[in-house]
């Protein structure tokens, strides 16, 4: 399985884009790894996750030949995750395409209601497609087995986190949340998942003391590898990755924070960086 982070910023970029603070001056000069777009992930060719305002960006820097897309799974409605205007760009005449297929978008109920209000003409051009999911609840598309779970974050925005089966790989996709819901770790024992990638959030950088539950920081992703360690749910092989940082945390730019947290064994990631799971 290949899964590729396209974008691994959180809201406001890196650096920000109004911002002077020291760490977007820093990050401005440095350039290279440490400046991030919003977050934004594909897997293989075909598996989106999110559709942010940086997706085209996205597409273009990285080579994607988007006719491949056909399924896009959406974490939450906030713009820095879910920007729907651009995909009123496959409606014909925007997009000429040699294979007229929708491309289907997964999301809660929440998330449901801004597609239909947001996509009307698209879905009834056959561009896009809503199917909606529940948590706990898998689904299929294709190859790939698709379990949404609980996320700790802003409720009405519809948050899930997702865990991704595909060619006997799985991975567990994290942003945004905080700190596990206990109804994760419930499903999590039910199915005794045994993960070779996790991707979680880490809004917060490496500060000491996370101040709310809607993210996360260094120090809570570990807590979460070491209780997946524990449970039996990761081992010595599982890829642990931090992303999905603010300019705000301490130590957020790239180099900085790469030096803190592979001393923990957890990778940094950076916009367009691929693993082969």
């Known amino acids: 399985m290949k899964f590729q982070y396209l974008g691994t910023a959180a809201a406001e970029g890196i650096p920000a884009i ?36 940086d997706s085209y960006i996205h597409f273009l820097n990285n080579n994607i030949d988007t006719s491949k897309i056909k399924y896009c799974l959406i974490t939450h409605t906030h713009s820095d995750h879910f920007y729907p205007d651009d995909l009123n760009m496959r409606i014909p005449g925007f997009a000429h395409l040699k294979d ?8 809660s109920e929440i998330a449901g209601k801004a597609i239909e209000d947001e996509l009307k003409t698209a879905i009834e051009q056959k561009a896009v497609s809503f199917t909606e999911v529940r948590e706990n609840e898998p689904f299929f598309a294709d190859g790939y087995k698709i379990t949404p779970l609980k996320a700790i ?13 595909n060619n006997g790989k799985i991975i567990l996709y994290a942003h945004d949340t905080g700190l596990f819901h206990e109804s994760v770790w419930e499903y999590f024992k039910k199915v005794s998942p045994k993960f070779n990638f996790v991707s979680l959030d880490c809004t917060q950088a490496a500060d000491e ?14 807590k979460i590898k070491t209780k997946m360690l524990e449970l039996g749910y990761a081992d010595e092989n599982t890829v642990f990755v931090s992303n999905h940082f603010s300019h705000n945390g301490k130590a957020a730019d790239y180099d900085s924070f790469k030096e803190i947290a592979e001393k923990h064994g957890v990778l940094t990631s950076y916009d367009g960086m691929i693993l082969e799971i």
């Not at 002077?20 to 996750?49: H, M, P, V, Y």
């Not at 007229?100 to 999301?107: E, H, K």
């Open 153 to 165: 974050h802003d409720q009405n925005s519809g948050p899930l986190i997702y865990m991704i089966e």
């Open 209 to 222: 003391v996370m101040g709310y539950d809607a993210h996360m920081n260094l120090n809570d992703n570990l």
């Open 18 to 53: 109004f911002c002077q603070c020291e760490n977007c001056e820093k990050i401005r000069k440095k350039g290279g790894k440490n400046i991030r777009t919003r977050s934004q992930a594909i897997i293989n060719d075909d598996l989106l996750i999110d559709f942010n305002a």
């Open 100 to 107: 007229n297929f929708p491309l289907v978008l997964y999301g």
